[in-house]
């Protein structure tokens, strides 16, 4: 059974960052496709960032040299560290896995695995 669980997220002042966790169980995280999507209040969800199975990354523009997606095999956990922190990253941050089956579509391919969120807040 595939589990997502995310942590780490909280509520920081502007130019503040943030390391977000995904542990993963029920599969490998460098056995598929990993992501991050946000979904700002009112607004759809979003991709942010993903990594493939042999390690190169993907980044939406509006995060580009602020954040870094990362993993670590051994603990089966993806991670984002976020940096430079902006009131308009404000969002509920959602790990995803890749899954041909899922509904929501991003840089190629399709997402069905989910984690329950976690809470970004950045205050101006």
């Known amino acids: 059974q595939v589990q997502l669980v995310e942590s780490g997220g909280g509520s920081v002042q502007a130019g503040g960052s943030l390391r977000l966790s995904c542990a993963a169980s029920?599969?490998?995280?460098?056995?598929?496709?990993m992501a991050w999507f946000r979904q700002p209040p009112g607004k759809e969800r979003v991709g942010v960032s993903g990594?493939?199975?042999?390690?190169?990354?993907d980044y939406a523009d509006s995060v580009k040299g602020r954040f870094t997606i990362s993993r670590d095999n051994a603990k089966n956990t993806l991670y984002l560290e976020m940096n430079s922190l902006k009131p308009e990253d404000t969002a509920m941050y959602y790990c995803?896995?890749?899954?041909?089956?899922?509904?929501?579509?991003?840089?190629?391919?399709?997402?069905?695995?989910w984690g329950q969120g976690t809470q970004v807040t950045v205050s101006s």
């Open positions: 990594i493939r199975t042999y390690g190169t990354t």
């Open positions: 029920g599969f490998s995280v460098s056995s598929r496709y």
């Open positions: 995803a896995a890749e899954n041909p089956s899922g509904r929501t579509y991003w840089v190629g391919r399709n997402f069905g695995y």
